[in-house]
């Protein structure tokens, strides 16, 4: 083999190893954006469930507390009422518990635990409070005067029962949300990854 041959022989091998190791390199290259795109994909959808959790618990705490809002305002235009016939009296009333009611159901099933606990609380608040204003009316049947101005201490103790249980709710369930919001946004490739221990 003359010194030609052999050089062109060297520079085709130079050239195919040259090439087969690019295309190695590339392949692992190309094989490791695919991995890492395919953490973030999967991250971004844990994130996107996570917030669309979050979000289904914040509109049932919300309505719960609207539901709860409206059941005090039925109490206190009880509280102030002349008496009413017995049927017009409670009509409004279960309503509004029937409705807090549903409400409660929608804060147990998306939970946690404890808000769904204070929820109930709230809700045991409203019906003792209501069987206390009934117990006040059927007491004097004959008074002229509303329920509060019969025992205003009793309202006043009713008063503070409400904003200590509302308090409660609301304190859990800020916890609740809170605890979902993302703790370590991403800034760049690989961090959310790292975030999770991936590297």
Known sequence: MNDTVAVAL????????????AGAASAWVTGRQLRH????AREERAERRAIDHREMRREAYE????????A??????GWFAL??????RWEAGFAARRALDEAHIRVRLVGPDDVAERGAEVLRGIGDEFRL??????????AGDSAAELEPSARSAAIRARVSGSAGFVAVARRALDSELPTTPRTGPGSAGRAHGIT
């Open 37 to 40: 795109q395919s953490v973030l």
């Open 72 to 77: 005090y305002r039925v109490l206190d235009e």
């Open 10 to 21: 060297i520079t085709s091998l130079s050239t195919l190893s040259a090439a087969g190791l």
């Open 83 to 88: 008496p009413l016939p017995e049927s017009r």
């Open 133 to 142: 204003h009934a117990r006040i009316v059927n007491d004097s049947p004959d």
């Open 63 to 70: 309505k719960f507390l609207s539901q709860a809002d409206a």
